[in-house]
């Protein structure tokens, strides 16, 4: 059970650094607090579908902001989703450089759209990234025969 235990300590400083890196904030926790005995992957199959949606979304950013002419109603739009779907899961690092890119949206300014939306895709990747292996410790620790610690 030491295993069990060192697998818990790691998911809970693991957990901790997403919040005090800013990577997450609350919002994923009050998701945390949906899950229950009767849907236990509910935060999992939040986050999946989040990353389903996100690729398809930054797939049409990456065509718009291709495009001969640029049709900024439309990026803004893409953005605007793509930051409302990261707000629901608590991504808050993606969230606020939605924010900015948005605001490039409405100056028209495609230099600034393309690096902000190189960063966009960073830090989803980055989150993707940092929530799967989230993932992967929990589904550790249960396979261990432990719990997952909840994490306030």
């Known amino acids: ?14 957990s901790h650094s997403l919040f005090d890196e800013g990577f997450l904030d609350d919002q994923f926790q009050q998701l945390q607090k949906l899950q229950d005995e009767s849907n236990p992957d509910f935060v999992l199959e939040v986050v999946s579908l989040f990353f389903e949606d996100s690729e398809k ?3 049409n950013l990456s065509i718009a902001l291709q495009q001969q002419i ?3 109603k439309q990026v803004d739009s893409y953005v605007h989703q793509f930051k409302g779907s990261s707000s629901s899961i608590g991504a808050q690092r993606v969230k606020n450089v939605c924010v900015h890119l948005r605001s490039f949206c409405e100056e ?4 600034r759209c393309v690096m902000c939306f190189q960063q966009v895709k960073h830090e989803y990747y980055v989150v993707k990234n940092k929530l799967e292996t989230l993932f992967r410790l929990e589904r ?3 396979e ?8 306030l």
């Open 1 to 14: 059970m030491e295993f069990v235990g060192q697998l818990q300590r790691q998911f809970v400083q693991f």
């Open 57 to 59: 979304l930054l797939n």
């Open 70 to 72: 640029v049709d900024f």
């Open 108 to 111: 028209q300014n495609l230099e």
């Open 140 to 142: 550790q620790i249960v």
């Open 144 to 151: 261990a025969g432990g719990t997952v610690p909840f994490i």
